[in-house]
């Protein structure tokens, strides 16, 4: 890990990890466990990303994950860069943005760039229909779990 993913890491240390934890009924819940789509090492560990989707725009984004100081840094800026956007925005977020946010290109960094934005991009895509709309059963939909390539989409997720 270089210098500059270990200093906003440290930062996120001190502020407490501003966009960590659920968001209670989200519009839309995502989960990768292991080393599917966002590579977080061993086996043990998982990201789980909670939207909150209003006027088809991230209204608040959420995470609990258990991985490497360059995910949980991959994953704020992804909270960051996302809220307020709407989907199709949202879903046009580039790699580009969060080597400029946090000041590097170091090839882990950019490999959980790449599984956090694939995680993130199922999300949206399962809440949108192919014209940039509500996707099946409309954004707040009960219609159950899917699960393939190693994510979960879970639009009737409760705690």
Known sequence: MDEAVIRYYRQLLK??????????CPTIFVEAVGEKLIHCG???????????????????????CSCEPA?????EV????????TLPEAAALEEEAFY???????????????????LFSEGIAGCQGSDGG???????????RVVADGFTWDRSYSP
């Open 100 to 118: 400029q946010v946090v000041g590097s290109r170091e090839e882990e960094f950019a490999k959980k760039v790449r599984g956090i934005l694939a």
């Open 78 to 85: 992804l909270c960051t860069l996302a809220r307020g956007k």
């Open 42 to 64: 061993n086996t043990g560990n998982y990201m789980q990303l909670y939207f909150r989707v209003a006027d088809n725009r991230i209204a608040d984004l959420r995470y609990l």
């Open 134 to 144: 509500p996707g099946p059963g409309g954004t707040g939909g009960k219609d159950g």
């Open 71 to 75: 995910a949980n840094v991959a994953v």
């Open 15 to 24: 502020d407490d990890f501003p966009h960590a934890g659920e968001i209670e």
